[in-house]
């Protein structure tokens, strides 16, 4: 019962472990001014932060785990999770779900079903983002551990060279030390690095071509052959076909990679939150609005949602058919328009992406040099597959090594996407991972041992921002970028003021625990 949890909450408690409470008698909730639902890692950066402004808060999640649509799941989660998705319908975030477990032709196994932590959510994190400044001044980073993400690849079946794969170049000294290019693609391409790094202030030079796809831009500007594109596309990270990706697209994106590599450490710009992507941020965050007092409650959802006209206060029913009374309502505006009249925060529309989570019986180590000399080894890499022709989207493969806390050692994960339906996508996911092993000369051969796929819909892109009508507010759903983007906190710094009526500047602007200790 919801009066059970309000009872024990109190500043220390960790939100994890308030779902097994002994029932007792429910006590009066309306005291609580902000009830939040939404999709987990935005309501938990929004939860934490109006917990730490001084808000009550009661977070609900209708899951039996914590995550939502940015968990980690163990195997036997998984396995659950994708025996529900099975049956879920195409206008469903997830449907379409299925496990394989190819039998493995060598020694290497599964282990345990907990030695496994596989992302829903296995984002990129660039440096050069407004998510790491709010993480410090939050406090957050304190308990997270992040783990570089070092080499951009791409995988060329048409190569000519002994492998397939070719690394990226990301920089001057890369490309000096890449014996695959030209002279004169070397040329083209340090040109471009020049032009990209402050690219914003030549506008005479992209501004006209701006709806111009992008690898015509590359040619007509700085005379790159056709050859040389697809590396500078990977880094992009689009999931769109070549020939519709936008020169207004790429460029911030490209600036965006080169701007990051060197601010953690040389060599490389981007990282990834370990022990499962989002999820370990939405978790911390949840610790964050715990320290607040905030109450985080799991399998129980909202039914209804009606505003009194007389205090303008909001009662909210839940599944359990306990009621909570409240000031604001803040949810995901897919749960928002089921349980209120606030506004749609989506366009309508949507896209639809095929994705696998696969165990591979190999570490990879080819994929994972040091990002410099004496420099970390990374614990992620990207992979990019072009489609055969210019019309088709691109697979991308992003590969964790046991470092990132998701898999034991010697065996690594990758996640692969394309969008495109389950119909056709999961046949060319399947095809690019087995082209991506077959690059690798060691015995024994590199195979998937265990493979998660399913289709998630995405809806249209927005800028992030929330949707409010009067005292609800809907927030829009996560894009379906690989590369977290800067919207996803926007949006809930805008909810956040409009709740709060604080100033920008004191937006996940944490006091830490040890100084509130020593003020008490």
């Known amino acids: 019962m919801v009066g059970d949890f309000l009872k024990d909450c109190h500043v220390a408690n960790d939100p994890l472990d308030q779902s097994k409470g002994q029932k007792q008698e429910i006590q009066d909730v309306d005291s609580f001014s902000r009830a939040n639902r939404l999709a987990m890692k935005k309501s938990a950066l929004i939860a934490g932060s109006l917990s730490r402004s001084g808000k009550r808060i009661l977070h609900l999640d209708p899951n039996e785990y914590y995550g939502g649509a940015e968990a980690a799941l163990s195997l036997a989660e998984a396995e659950s999770w994708a025996s529900r998705c099975a049956e879920a319908t195409d206008t469903a975030v997830f449907s379409h779900a299925s496990i394989t477990k190819p039998p493995p032709s060598g020694e290497k196994k599964l282990l345990s079903s907990r030695a496994y932590s596989l992302a829903l959510a296995p984002h990129l994190i660039y440096a050069k983002s407004n998510t790491v400044p709010a993480l410090v001044s939050s406090q957050c980073h304190n308990q997270l551990d992040f783990q570089a993400v070092g080499s951009w690849f791409v995988l060329d079946s048409a190569s000519n060279a002994q492998s397939g794969l070719i690394r990226v170049p990301s920089s001057?000294?890369?490309?000096?030390?890449?014996?695959?290019?030209?002279?004169?693609?070397?040329?083209?391409?340090?040109?471009?690095?020049?032009?990209?790094?402050?690219?914003?202030?030549?506008?005479?030079?992209?501004?006209?071509?701006?709806?111009?796809?992008?690898?015509?831009?590359?040619?007509?500007?700085?005379?790159?052959?056709?050859?040389?594109?697809?590396?500078?596309?990977?880094?992009?990270?689009?999931?769109?076909?070549?020939?519709?990706?936008?020169?207004?697209?790429?460029?911030?994106?490209?600036?965006?990679?080169?701007?990051?590599?060197?601010?953690?450490?040389?060599?490389?710009?981007?990282?990834?939150?370990?022990?499962?992507?989002?999820?370990?941020?939405?978790q911390v965050a949840c610790r964050a609005g715990a320290v607040g007092g905030g109450v985080y409650v799991l399998n129980k959802a909202i039914k209804e949602a009606t505003k009194s006209e007389e205090d303008n206060r909001i009662t909210l029913k839940l599944s359990d058919a306990e009621q909570v009374s409240t000031t604001w309502l803040c949810g995901s505006a897919e749960t928002m328009q089921t349980i209120s009249p606030a506004p749609d925060a989506s366009s309508g529309s949507s896209a639809t992406v095929s994705r696998s989570i696969s165990v591979?019986?190999?570490?990879?180590?080819?994929?994972?040099?040091?990002?410099?000399e004496g420099g970390v080894t990374p614990a992620g890499a990207v992979v990019v597959v072009p489609s055969s022709n210019n019309d088709g989207p691109p697979v991308h493969i992003l590969v964790h090594t046991s470092?990132?806390?998701?898999?034991?050692?010697?065996?690594?994960?990758?996640?692969?996407?394309?969008?495109?339906?389950?119909?056709?996508?999961?046949?060319?996911?399947?095809?690019?991972?087995?082209?991506?092993?077959?690059?690798?000369?060691?015995?024994?051969?590199?195979?998937?041992?265990?493979?998660?796929?399913?289709?998630?819909?995405?809806?249209?892109?927005?800028?992030?921002?929330?949707?409010?009508?009067?005292?609800?507010?809907?927030?829009?759903?996560?894009?379906?970028?690989?590369?977290?983007?800067?919207?996803?906190?926007?949006g809930v710094q805008q909810a956040w003021q409009s709740i709060t009526n604080e100033d920008e500047n004191m937006f996940m602007k944490f006091t830490s625990r040890s100084e509130m200790e020593d003020e008490e």
């Open 172 to 282: 001057r000294e890369d490309v000096f030390q890449d014996t695959a290019l030209s002279l004169k693609a070397k040329r083209g391409l340090m040109k471009f690095l020049r032009f990209v790094a402050n690219f914003e202030e030549q506008t005479e030079t992209w501004h006209d071509s701006k709806d111009t796809p992008f690898p015509a831009f590359l040619e007509q500007k700085f005379a790159l052959p056709a050859a040389s594109h697809g590396p500078i596309l990977a880094l992009t990270m689009s999931t769109a076909p070549s020939s519709t990706t936008s020169t207004g697209y790429a460029l911030p994106r490209i600036a965006q990679h080169l701007r990051s590599i060197g601010i953690f450490g040389p060599g490389f710009g981007a990282v990834l939150p370990k022990w499962g992507g989002l999820a370990e941020i939405a």
């Open 360 to 372: 591979i019986s190999s570490p990879l180590s080819a994929l994972f040099p040091s990002t410099s």
């Open 403 to 490: 470092e990132a806390g998701e898999c034991p050692m010697n065996q690594c994960v990758a996640y692969a996407s394309v969008a495109l339906s389950s119909d056709v996508g999961y046949a060319q996911i399947d095809q690019a991972i087995a082209n991506m092993l077959s690059n690798f000369d060691q015995e024994p051969t590199p195979e998937v041992l265990w493979r998660l796929q399913y289709q998630q819909r995405i809806p249209a892109a927005t800028d992030g921002a929330v949707l409010m009508d009067g005292s609800f507010i809907s927030l829009p759903a996560m894009a379906g970028d690989l590369v977290l983007a800067d919207s996803v906190l926007n």
